[in-house]
């Protein structure tokens, strides 16, 4: 297969919001907008900003010609991501609606969770066909999350659901509802940094303290994954809701090997304290779980990749992903130019095709 004829879904791409909770003031009612008026119009960010690209971590290149953040203006975005790489699918997930996580207010949460919603479906859905959106929801209320899932889920272009995370691990059965309704709807859940980790009372923390720069931050991120994953499957999520799938956004995968070496050893140890876990926990992450590329993690030798993306079984759990327009974007140029094309073409477009529904899989 030659690279000309790559076919490409992009399954991790960050459009912004101009203006912030200002902007979508058109999607809220009268009432809520006199809420969020003045300094409640901003959501809270982490003071520990990447030292790269200014104050959002967006590529100053991906400004759009008649301004804005990078990432606001869904024409631009064609032209300067889905057309450049001849990307077939994008799948939007807004790290500002991410950000909800930071709100103590439940109200606030899912009112703004669901304007999230319509304006993406308004404003990017309707520009071109190639846009997908992971919806958000706020899970301050799993019960409300669940009515927004079964509002717009069954519509097109939906395609998962972004939940940002509380402190509170995956497995619990408080996110129940919100797996019932995605499961129902044939949504997978993504779970993605959001900024906010270890900042706010709210959010998820990381182990051990808090990180003092964001150096620290970064390269903790995937311990939040591995704590999500690992309750998720121990506490039987996926036994409850058999059909239920995960990606695991922006995390990284090279520890993926070692979470899924040791929880099969612990459950051989240990499996009289979860009864309800049938197999191996490996064979329930390889079924459910889903991981993205970027940030493409780079081996100082390509053999070692090439050992960790057959560890993790990348051919059914890597999905392909850019972070555009972020500071550490990967593009398909870049990313795995040295993997072996039948295994490149499952990861840059057929598992992903397979998990949302997109296209016909390519040959291989």
Do not use: C
Request: hydrophobic fraction near 40%.
């Amino acid at each position: 297969m030659t690279e000309d004829k790559m076919r490409i879904i992009d399954s991790d791409v960050h459009p912004w919001i101009n203006g912030d909770i200002e902007g979508l003031m058109p999607y809220l009612s009268t009432a809520w907008q006199r809420r969020f008026e003045g300094k409640r119009s901003t959501l809270p960010d982490h003071p520990l900003r990447p030292p790269l690209a200014g104050a959002t971590s967006i590529r100053r290149d991906a400004t759009p010609p008649g301004g804005g953040a990078g990432g606001s203006d869904p024409e631009f975005m064609k032209e300067d991501h889905l057309d450049r790489y001849n990307i077939e699918y994008a799948v939007l997930s807004s790290i500002q609606a991410g950000k909800l996580v930071t709100l103590p207010n439940t109200d606030e949460a899912v009112t703004l969770a669901r304007a999230f919603n319509d304006y993406f479906r308004e404003e990017w859905l309707a520009v071109d066909s190639r846009y997908r959106l992971a919806m958000s929801v706020a899970p301050h209320d799993p019960f409300v999350a669940a009515e927004e899932i079964r509002r717009i889920g069954d519509e097109e272009g939906i395609v998962a659901v972004f939940v940002p995370l509380l402190n509170i691990l995956m497995g619990n059965r408080y996110y129940y509802p919100i797996y019932e309704a995605a499961e129902e709807r044939g949504l997978p859940i993504l779970i993605h940094p959001t900024g906010t980790e270890g900042g706010f009372q709210t959010s998820v923390a990381f182990a051990g303290g808090i990180p003092s720069t964001y150096i620290e931050r970064h390269t903790v991120f995937p311990e939040i994954a591995m704590a999500s994953i690992t309750s998720m499957v121990l506490e039987g999520v996926f036994v409850r809701f058999p059909e239920l799938k995960v990606v695991a956004a922006e995390f990284g995968y090279s520890w993926a090997p070692h979470m899924l070496w040791r929880m099969d050893q612990n459950w051989r140890e240990f499996r009289r304290e979860v009864p309800w876990i049938k197999h191996e926990p490996s064979k329930y992450v390889l079924k459910h779980i889903r991981f993205t590329s970027q940030p493409a993690e780079e081996p100082e030798k390509t053999e070692y990749l090439l050992q960790i993306l057959e560890m993790v079984h990348a051919d059914r759990t890597m999905l392909f992903s850019t972070d555009y327009p972020h500071w550490d974007t990967d593009t398909p140029e870049t990313a795995y130019r040295r993997l072996p094309e039948p295994m490149k073409q499952r990861i840059f477009y057929n598992n992903a095709a397979e998990l949302y529904g997109l296209g016909t899989p390519a040959q291989v």
